[in-house]
């Protein structure tokens, strides 16, 4: 969330315009005092007149149907929306007062653990968070509190400091968490080619104070797959050769619901002994409005128990592990709909058709000869590019701006170190990004691309460049 600075118009600044509809019922004698933007009005108006204010402003935003930037879902059948207003007035915390929306949570835990091969689902600890940043900062807590409890004479009065190995490539919610829970980043950087975490390279970073690897399934920044087995295996081999026993969480925010049906041979989940937790957002590739994520841990001993509070509930004894008290529960019953709705089949259909729209795009442009590739959507459906070797009268923040023009949000963005150097585009395919708008949006590409090949030289940055990227 960006954190807004108050404004106030006590100084006179101008109120929403009227119009003389907004009356009640006399265009005449209608509002006669323009209601302030930036201080809370002194009285009431029509709910007419309120609805039109607010809407016509949103009218502004983008479109999101557009918006290639995001991971979160933009589109979901009417049903699922009926279900969303049915269960807007309800909280998620309030486990006696809707006992089925917490079952209906239970329920998708078990689901997930399921489909992420825990060996033994019954012993699998969840919760539906936020989104997968709240899940992040659940699973990086429980990491810190393993470590801080096997370390009680080093912590906190031994001076010990604890750190985090991950790819220079996290997203930024990994930082926040280091920020926030006071532990050290450690991060690998990008290298040439590699554009994700370096199994070597992370396992060289680990220490005694090592609380755990996150390795992303999979990266925001290009859509590739980090390689989860081969990080556990090279911290298989630093256990041998060291002792240290280093437990991993994987980041699966937009993977861990795409490979569970696309790549089912690609083993990155439970089945790793040492995944200790797995998180995803519901509202990415979970195909939920924004914002639903989950968080699930292997088994009781991945979570201290110290973390975990407890509530009544119908007689029983709930345990809940959250940042946040209250929360919408409507996305719950939400992803409960679209896990009955569509079935390991459905997702399959869903994520395939995502994944063939990105590869067929990736190919196409590719094929303009103005663009490198840096991934292809064969893995999440989702592919970065730069322009050619050779392309020296444009870059990509010239054409993200120019697809602007025509309503697509491209995001345009560097990579992180040691690959600032590089700058790309990324476009991510969504359920409801369909053939058809990838070609829409070939087509401007493609009319565009003749303008910006009779540049002399790139227009220069956006001032806030980094603005364009992060989700
Ligand atoms: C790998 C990864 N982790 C975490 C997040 C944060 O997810 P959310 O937006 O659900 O909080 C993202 C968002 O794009 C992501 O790509």
Redesign the pocket.
Known sequence: MALHKGKGDRAGGRGYALNPFYGEADPVAGMATEPPRDRLPDGPMAPHAAYQFVHDELMLDGNARLNLAT??TTWMEPQAGVLLAECRDKNIVDKDEYPRTAELERRCVSMLADLWHAPDPAAVVGCSTT???EA?MLAGMALKRRWALANKDRYPAGGARPNLVMGSNV?V?WDKFCAFWEVEARQVPMEGDRFHLDPEAAAALCDEDTIGVVA?LGS?YDGSYEPVADVCAALDALWERTGLDVPVHV?G??GAMVAPFLDEDLVWDFRLPRVASINT?G??YGLVYPGI?WALWRDEAALPEELVFRVNYLGGDMPTFALNFSRPGAQVAAQYYTFLRLGREGYRAVQRNARAVATTLARRIGELGDFRLLTRGDELPVFAFTTADGVTGFDVFDVSRRLRERGWLVPAYTFPPNREDLSVLRIVCRNGFSLDLAELLLADLDALLPELRRQQAPLGRPERVETAFH?
Request: charge should be neutral; hydrophobic fraction near 20%.
């Open positions: 991971f979160v989104g997968s940043s992040c997203q919610c992303v925001t980041d925010a937009s957002s509202h990415k994520g989700h």
